[in-house]
């Protein structure tokens, strides 16, 4: 078990002495929602009954992971980003077939993480102005739009609502699951343009500096939150090479989500592991700067209790009980 000293001004440790059965589900297999999932089920395990068995199921960690727990398939899945579960609460965009109003959450995983519409410089391209008004036949990477995979649905909203037709350019459409083959087809000079998370992976920085990233405009971004609740969010001056702040669509957070019916001391468990274990996931990503990092340590409690999706009462119960500064 790992080491835990019991605090006077820190939320109580569980026990829960039945032995658990549950089922969580993560990424692909080896990203950092598995390593999340990982986490949880060891410290978890350590403080309920001696059989307890906890599982994590592939997933790619988008829509699907949210409609398993919805339908409950699965007690805890881990999505990305935070803010795109929100429409599954009430029925909006792709939940418009099918919405889970007893969603709820254990915590939240900070990642700060942005997408990011970017052309190459060759083409002379600064503004989604000068890209409507040249109309480039373009070899854009992203993700595939399929109704699951956030990156795809996402990039078809700005793309969409900010006047871009890449195929009716003339262009093409490379689209892939995950950001590595995305990105790969950018370095080795396959796509001339690409719209994309992930920006903490260090290939942005090497294939960066031969792009213009495009700041999204504002009536964009406005109309995308009025839809869907999806916030916008600064890229911090300097973070690409030579390139200054600039607005696009927020891509942050890793939600920990589950279903107003788990019991109670579980969802509290689960949150103070959470919590008051968060050295044993900090530790795995400690030899990268904080920005660079796929988890954006130090992680802090109370922040990692605030979600746009309300929080399971058994986890309330945690982040209320922590010491107020």
């Excluded at 820190?10 to 089922?23: A, G, N, Y």
């Excluded at 950092?32 to 068995?53: F, M």
């Excluded at 992203?142 to 609502?161: F, K």
Aim: glycine share 8%; charged share 25%.
């Amino acid at each position: 078990m790992s080491p835990s000293v019991a605090r006077p001004d820190r939320p109580v440790e569980p026990k829960i002495e039945r032995s658990l059965t549950l089922h969580l589900r993560g990424d692909w297999g080896s990203a950092n929602l598995h390593r999340v999932c990982g986490w949880i089920a060891q410290e978890l395990a350590d403080r309920c009954g001696p059989h307890t068995r906890i599982a994590t199921w592939n997933s790619r960690g988008f829509s699907d992971a949210v409609r398993a727990v919805g339908r409950g398939e699965v007690q805890v899945a881990l999505t990305t980003p935070t803010a795109f579960a929100l429409p599954a609460l009430d029925g909006r965009g792709v939940y418009s077939d099918e919405h889970y109003p007893d969603l709820r959450t254990l915590g939240v995983v900070p990642q700060r993480d942005r997408l990011v519409v970017a052309v190459h410089k060759d083409l002379g391209i600064t503004s989604f102005a000068e890209l409507r008004e040249q109309k480039p036949a373009l070899t854009l990477a992203t993700s595939i739009h399929d109704g699951v995979n956030h990156v795809g649905l996402a990039a078809h909203e700005v793309l969409t609502r900010s006047g871009v037709d890449v195929k009716g350019w003339g262009g093409e459409l490379l689209e892939d699951e995950r950001p590595f083959e995305s990105l790969d087809h950018v370095k080795e000079g396959r796509a001339n343009a690409i719209v994309h998370e992930a920006i903490m992976l260090p290939v942005w920085q090497e294939i960066g500096r031969h792009l213009n990233f495009l700041e999204v405009e504002e009536d964009v971004l406005e109309r995308i939150h009025e839809d869907f609740g999806w916030p916008a969010a600064t890229v911090d001056d300097g973070y690409f090479p030579g390139r200054s702040a600039f607005r696009t669509l927020d891509f942050s957070d890793f939600l920990v989500l589950t279903r107003a019916d788990l019991a109670d001391d579980v969802a509290y468990a689960i949150a103070w592991v959470l919590g008051e274990t968060r050295h044993i996931i900090e530790g795995q990503y400690r030899h990268l700067a904080p920005e660079r990092s796929p988890i954006t340590y130090p992680l802090d409690p109370a922040t990692m209790g605030k979600s746009p999706i309300p929080l399971h009462p058994g986890a309330a119960r945690y982040y209320g009980a922590l010491p107020t500064s």
